[in-house]
């Protein structure tokens, strides 16, 4: 089955520590995205490539960095330049979406990974 | 990027029609109208999406207000499994497609 797949699910860290999360796809989409979710808020934009080799920064970049080295994967690492990051993290690509009516622009999410830094 | 607004939560029955209000009165002529909802621990989903007209998909409805300032989404039969934080978010059909989530309204369905 196509989609987005996220590993792990949860994941520990102790304080100072890069952590790199895994985000692939396997729907062809040339556009992804990573964003944080913190509890009871919207998501927010972290950062986004349209292409391959070549991404750019997001709302909150700080304290993150990401390669795009294949269409098919999109890894994001949380440094420990992070001051707060503790959070549920989302990984989406962009691609159409057929339905009534014609094709829809739309982004679809993996299933997240929910980082605990302790 | 243009704002919108919604209700914080809103509660319903199941099997009745659900509507859920977004006003953006800041909408550009080019906006898109997008509606993503969020399942308790999951990521989003796509929903639905309109520009001017009103439009229909196996899932929901999307109202457009005449003046674009106002949509509405409609579940015309809630089950349990509608109730999720629901997303309604402006984007331009071109660029790079930054959607900007909201707090979004909490739907809650009673058995």
């Known amino acids: 089955d196509g989609g987005i797949t996220q590993s792990p699910k949860y994941l520990f860290r102790k304080e100072g520590q890069n952590v790199t999360l895994s985000c692939e796809q396997n729907?062809?989409?040339?556009?992804m995205y990573w964003y944080r979710q913190d509890p009871g808020q919207g998501l927010r934009l972290i950062y986004y490539?349209?292409?391959?080799?070549?991404?750019q920064k997001g709302d909150i970049a700080e304290g993150y960095s990401v390669s795009r080295e294949k269409k098919e994967s999109f890894p994001l690492t949380v440094t420990s330049a992070q001051k707060n990051p503790t959070a549920f993290y989302l990984c989406?690509?962009?691609?159409?979406?057929?339905?009534?009516?014609?094709?829809?622009?739309?982004?679809?999410f993996g299933p997240g990974t929910r980082l605990t830094v302790l | 990027d243009a704002k919108t607004t919604q209700p914080n939560s809103m509660e319903s029955n199941e099997e009745e029609p659900v509507h859920l209000p977004c006003n953006h009165s800041?909408?550009?002529?080019?906006?898109?109208i997008h509606w993503y909802r969020q399942l308790p621990s999951q990521g989003p989903e796509y929903v639905i999406h309109?520009?001017?007209s009103n439009v229909n998909n196996r899932m929901a409805s999307l109202a457009i207000a005449e003046d674009r300032k106002s949509s509405t989404l409609i579940l015309h039969r809630a089950t349990l499994r509608d109730a999720a934080v629901y997303y309604c978010?402006?984007?331009?059909?071109?660029?790079?497609?930054?959607?900007?989530f909201g707090q979004g309204t909490r739907l809650t369905i009673n058995p």
């Open positions: 989406a690509s962009r691609g159409t979406y057929e339905e009534v009516g014609g094709l829809a622009d739309t982004q679809y």
């Open positions: 729907l062809n989409h040339d556009a």
């Open positions: 490539s349209q292409i391959v080799n070549d991404f």
């Open positions: 800041t909408i550009s002529g080019t906006d898109y």
């Open positions: 309109g520009l001017t």
């Open positions: 978010i402006l984007s331009p059909p071109w660029g790079a497609q930054k959607l900007v």
